[in-house]
């Protein structure tokens, strides 16, 4: 009988399981825990530790899926390891990116330690002005060091001059986006400026630094503490116990459901304010890409206090694309919604008060003019930007004014 590929699974540096094929279905993949695991280093939310082991079907557990890479790093990592693996299923994607994602799971072939990322000087990348592709090199040097998922290009890497104390690997600090320009001009501005609307508004968001020739972004990982150890951070498709293609699947109800589910009753009542404030500004913005995957959770530990992830991948789609609509419904439509809508999702999902609501929509408001204000600036700063920051505030004013206004 051949041997079947495994890989172990490692949470905050320990190890807690196996991965592997079934040695009688070959597309069963199961997940087993050590005999001596604890209760609080279950993998995830989802899949407290038992003695049975989890069974997925074709593919991986969705908490497994989570951070496989998509798009253009996929891609990249095809192309480099497709002759190297005979079967590139999602398994092997996950034995090439899994000893360095986000999160605090790590994954390795038995018998592996888990390894440093390489250091990179994040100042040279983001005072870079030269014609070559520094992206693109970057993506070469740190596509097996990236697990993490969405169709942008992104790669994680580690600040050089953010020295880690040695908890197990000296992992990534910072995830970088980049995109197309022919497709999608001033993404990445776009990005930043969309968080900082959201961070005006009192919402938590990742730090973030826009690179001098607007080509790329900088975001320091929200899941890092500053041992170097992290955080766990599911996503709402893992808590739905969806994989990632049913990201665009259901409604927001089903967020606010799922925060009544796993996050800690001490916490619940900020974290569906927090919620409410996300998806608002979403309206606000027109960001057609709040879907599942784009809200999560984080806990020190599953037996622990679980709570809501900051603000993430916020972007203004109908830059991109006109028509472009929520991505989750919101009652039974999927329509940017007008304020009544909002107020009254805020107050039957949510269970916010009416005082809640008005107060989050006005500091959302808030944030997001404060936000037109500094794109404003910076386009005087920039004039290569003046086209763009045009149109990004009109979004915005249009999102305001159907949205959070009277």
């Known amino acids: 009988m051949a041997v079947r590929p495994a890989l172990d699974v490692f949470a905050s540096g320990r190890p807690v399981g196996t991965l592997a094929r079934s040695d009688v279905d070959a597309d069963t993949i199961l997940f087993g825990y050590r005999d001596d695991c ?6 995830s939310l989802t899949m407290p530790v038992v003695r049975d082991q989890y069974d997925a079907m074709g593919t991986l557990h969705p908490i497994f899926e989570m951070n496989l890479p998509e798009g253009a790093l996929l891609e990249k990592l095809r192309f480099r390891f497709a002759k190297a693996v005979a079967e590139f299923d999602d398994l092997a994607l996950l034995s090439i990116v899994g000893r360095s994602q986000i999160g605090r799971l790590r994954f390795a072939p038995p018998g592996h330690e888990l390894t440093d990322v390489p250091a990179q000087d994040l100042g040279k990348l983001l005072a870079y002005r030269g014609s070559e592709d520094l992206f693109a090199s970057l993506l070469d040097e740190y596509a ?3 697990g993490v998922s969405g169709l942008q290009p992104k790669v994680l890497l580690r600040a050089g001059d953010e020295p880690l104390p040695r908890a197990t690997a000296r992992g990534a600090t910072h995830l970088v986006k980049s995109f197309d320009p022919r497709e ?13 609307a959201a961070a ?22 929200f899941d890092l503490r500053s041992d170097g150890t992290c955080l766990g951070c599911e996503d709402f498709c893992v808590l739905s116990g969806l994989r990632a293609h049913g990201r665009y699947h259901g409604g927001y109800e089903t967020i606010a459901r799922r925060i009544g589910q796993f996050v800690s009753p001490e916490q619940q009542a900020g974290a569906l304010e927090q919620f409410f404030s996300i998806l608002a500004l979403s309206c606000a913005v027109e960001n057609g890409d709040a879907h599942l995957k784009n809200f999560a959770v984080l806990y020190e530990n599953p037996e622990g206090v679980v709570s809501l992830a900051p603000a993430y991948d916020l972007v203004s789609t109908t830059l991109y694309q006109p028509r472009d609509t929520l991505a989750l419904t919101l009652g039974d439509s999927k329509a940017f919604p007008e304020r009544s809508a909002l107020v009254d999702f805020g107050r039957r999902a949510c269970g916010l008060s009416k005082a809640t609501v008005e107060g989050v929509l006005e500091r959302v408001a808030a944030g997001v003019d404060a936000a037109c204000d500094e794109i404003d600036q910076f386009a005087r700063a920039q004039p290569g ?6 149109s990004l505030c009109a979004v915005f004013s249009r999102g305001l004014n159907r949205s959070l206004r009277q």
């Open 200 to 221: 005006l508004a009192g919402i938590p968001v990742p730090e973030a630094k826009l690179a001098d020739n607007r080509r790329v972004l900088v975001l320091r990982r």
């Open 184 to 196: 999608f001009p001033e993404l990445a501005a776009n990005e930043f400026f969309c968080l900082r």
């Open 38 to 43: 604890a209760p609080e280093q279950a993998v």
């Open 385 to 390: 930007f003046s086209r763009a920051a045009a």
């Open 144 to 146: 097996a060091y990236s």
